[in-house]
């Protein structure tokens, strides 16, 4: 970690010690702002490059406006870390990300100055819509600033938000462009506008000349008309026509988002404007950081530095690199994302196919029924997506795919409880909505090659399916537990117990929660209690599945539990334990299911989220051990 130095930044512990420092300083500040993220996300892991780039506007922001009375709403939240310094949380940044410490996002429960939680894109311009709405009503002063990535402009409800805006309101829209080209290329005349703009009494002497035009008698307002019409003829002709001020919002842009003291100059400017206005930046994504400049994707996410140990495949890898392998055999597959081509593993995919790569933007239920339509007219989409994420997509999934009987492959990655994120990224209401969908299998492998394999079987069923994985590697304990032969192509459930051995219980179990289960199985053997474990490599349709583990339920056992790292209701456990009542042999067992009750849940200081959850190994033991006794008899 970087030695710490006698700094701007240490001075700063609210936006009114800000406001204190010099102009002259901002430059410095900026530049001690992202020497601080450098070193503190390369060590702690994070979103880097997306707050480099917002260093000088987040400072203009909170120089022109005063939070919290002041709203100011960044979407997508993760490019709030610079905000979070200059509101009082620079001495916690080192718990970012981390159990009971800073929200990578922006989290109402943690300051006054979060105005509104934005852990997915796209929503801010509809709630900072109700903020101005509500402040009108009030009667406040406030003003409400919507930080709005290109990113997440690509989404839908953001054009219904512009939609709904109103000129006379204390709302400030600022688009930060900083990949996409929302615009076009900036010219001399648009730059010349842009500086003309920002100004300082600009808008002043166009709004007094506006009033002395339109008081002419008879003629002023028909003149100042036709003088508005004439100027927007004259922008539209020398540098093509603008979108914002089709919708009659006042524009600012577009403008260099790094010149601290030229934001400033238009942030006061769109306040002094009593209007509803879009101020327009160019910024670079990585600002300040060579190597997050140069490749940006890849810094936009950084993982803990791991000290060299983090090199094995994670799942998502593992998919794309798998996948790419298949189109190469079938032209027919094609890979569909929602602006996740890196998260998800796509770069492969779109190095190698690029024809059938399809990014569609932060726009989930435009990527499944576009998906519908590929498949529609012949082809394999596969659509990769965090299961957070799918949860936007769920109508589209229900009536544009499984309703028309579509063979479209869900490939939902972050699958159950997330350490990092929070519960805004928690993958854990997929299980549940997913599996209400009449014919849909829902593989969940454990392993590397059982990922490829639930692969082959989604790919070759000829109907809509899902495969989902957590975030992060395969846990080779449970590869040589499970599968001491190598792990055979044919997708089932797994076991670790003989038929005909003694045994006081058995655990079913998915995915990553095997780990926890091998663990309590062995603290259960130092109580001289016996636990069999089931690993399922599929969990839907329920009724087969249920029929495969009556099958090797054993005689004798006095409790058959259910461990998942999703809700309860809906999920595997309690939609299994329901069917099995139809088998005798399972009608007399005592059934428990260990899942997750409060999905919104936020873990203590240095506790993990299965921790928090009570679904970690020691907490199993000890509710298994409560459910049957440790002599092995029922309580």
Same mark, same amino acid.
């Given at each position: ?26 430059? /410095? ?6 020497? !601080? ?65 800073? =929200? ?11 105005? !509104? ?18 402040? /009108? ?44 080209? *929302? ?35 008879? *003629? ?7 003088? $508005? ?8 002709? $020398? ?39 879009? *101020? ?6 990585? /600002? ?153 299998? *829902? ?10 394999? =639930? ?82 490599? /599929? ?97």
């Amino acid at each position: 970690m970087a030695e710490k130095t006698d700094s701007l930044l240490e001075k700063i512990n609210s936006p009114d010690d800000l406001k204190k420092i010099p102009e002259k300083d901002m430059d /410095k500040l900026a530049d001690q702002i992202r020497a !601080f993220l450098i070193d503190r996300v390369s060590e702690n892991g994070g979103h880097l490059a997306s707050n480099l780039g917002v260093v000088e506007l987040t400072i203009a922001l909170h120089r022109v406006f005063s939070s919290p009375n002041d709203h100011i709403i960044f979407d997508v939240g993760h490019q709030c870390y610079v905000h979070k310094l200059l509101t009082g949380r620079r001495d916690e940044f080192d718990s970012l990300r981390r159990s009971g410490g800073l =929200s990578g996002f922006p989290k109402r429960e943690e300051s006054e100055h979060d105005a !509104f939680g934005t852990g997915h894109a796209s929503t801010s311009l509809s709630a900072a819509l109700g903020f101005a709405e509500a402040d /009108k009503l009030s009667g406040s002063d406030a003003y409400t600033v919507c930080v709005l990535g290109d990113g997440a402009y690509t989404g839908g409800m953001i054009h219904e938000a512009l939609n709904n805006c109103k000129k006379r309101l204390r709302l400030i829209i600022i688009l930060n462009e900083n990949e996409m080209s *929302i615009s076009k290329n900036l010219g001399r005349f648009a730059k010349s506008l842009s500086h003309l703009r920002a100004t300082r009494g600009y808008i002043r002497t166009k709004n007094f000349f506006g009033r002395l035009i339109r008081v002419i008698p008879g *003629i002023g307002k028909w003149i100042f008309n036709r003088m $508005l019409r004439l100027k927007i003829g004259m922008k539209a002709a $020398l540098y093509g026509s603008n979108t914002f001020e089709d919708l009659g919002l006042f524009y600012l842009g577009p403008a260099d988002g790094h010149n601290e003291q030229l934001v400033e100059r238009l942030l006061r400017e769109a306040k002094e404007s009593n209007q509803c206005c879009i *101020i327009h930046l160019k910024t670079k994504k990585g /600002k300040g950081y060579a190597p997050a400049e140069a490749t940006p994707d890849q810094y936009h996410g950084v993982a803990p530095s791991c000290n060299g140990k983090c090199c094995d495949k994670t799942f998502s890898t593992a998919m794309g690199e798998y996948l790419t392998q298949m189109a190469e055999n079938d032209r027919k597959i094609c890979a569909v994302t929602a602006a996740m081509a890196s998260g998800t593993g796509l770069l492969p995919f779109r190095k190698s196919y690029p024809q059938r790569f399809f990014d569609v933007g932060i726009a989930e239920a435009h990527a499944v029924t576009f998906a519908a339509g590929l498949s529609a007219r012949g082809y394999r989409p596969a659509v990769a997506i965090y299961s957070t994420f799918l949860q936007r997509a769920y109508d589209n999934i229900i009536h544009d795919v499984a309703l028309q009987k579509l063979p479209v492959v869900f490939l939902v990655d972050r699958a159950g409880l997330n350490p990092s994120d929070g519960p805004t990224h928690a993958g854990v209401f997929d299980v549940a909505f997913l599996s209400q969908i009449p014919d849909l299998p *829902i593989y969940t492998p454990a392993t590397l090659d059982g990922l490829k394999n =639930s692969m082959d079987a989604a790919f070759s069923n000829g109907r809509v399916c899902a495969i989902r994985y957590a975030n992060g590697r395969e846990d080779p304990e449970v590869k040589a537990h499970f599968y001491p032969d190598g792990v055979p192509t044919e997708i089932g459930i797994r076991q670790d117990y003989s038929e005909g051995e003694a045994l006081d219980a058995i655990l079913v179990v998915h995915g990553r929660m095997a780990t926890e289960a091998m663990k309590a199985r062995r603290m259960l053997a130092e109580q001289k209690i016996r636990l069999g474990l089931l690993l399922l490599e /599929k969990i839907t349709p329920t009724g087969e599945v249920a029929a495969q583990i009556a099958s090797r339920i054993p005689n004798g056992i006095k409790g058959l539990f259910f461990l998942e790292e999703e809700i309860e209701q809906g999920g595997m456990g309690m939609s299994l334990s329901a069917a099995l009542k139809e088998y005798p042999d399972a009608a007399n067992i005592k059934v428990g299911v260990f899942a997750l009750r409060d999905p919104f849940l936020t873990p203590g200081r240095d506790q993990t989220v299965w921790e928090a959850a009570g679904l970690d190994a020691a907490c199993i033991a000890k509710r298994i051990e409560a459910a049957i006794g440790s002599d092995g008899e029922a309580v």
